[in-house]
């Protein structure tokens, strides 16, 4: 037996598709939301961005701690003495 074929249901047009909340916010609102949201994303990079520093600057003062700690410079120093001779 052959397998019975459906006829496609026919696509709407654009007519008859729902209306988004694109469209049915003025262009006014629109670019404010834009804005908005432009401003959000660029508030986030730089709150990144200092966190990155602050970061940064946190890694660089123990590393400049640990330099000065006798101990932490006798332990993770190489061995090998002969080569200071």
């Known amino acids: 037996m052959a397998a019975k ?5 026919p696509k709407p047009a ?3 598709k729902a209306a988004t909340l694109k469209d049915l ?3 006014e609102v629109l670019s404010k939301l ?4 432009d401003d959000l994303k ?3 990079a730089k709150r990144r961005e200092e ?6 600057e946190a890694r660089r003062a123990e590393r ?8 932490y410079l006798l332990n993770n120093s190489s061995m090998d003495w002969k080569k200071y001779k």
């Open 34 to 37: 834009k804005a908005q949201a």
């Open 25 to 27: 916010l003025s262009p």
């Open 64 to 71: 400049k701690r640990l330099e000065n700690d006798f101990e």
């Open 51 to 56: 966190e990155k520093k602050r970061v940064e």
């Open 5 to 9: 074929r459906r006829p496609a249901a």
């Open 42 to 44: 660029a508030e986030e």
């Open 14 to 16: 654009a007519q008859d």
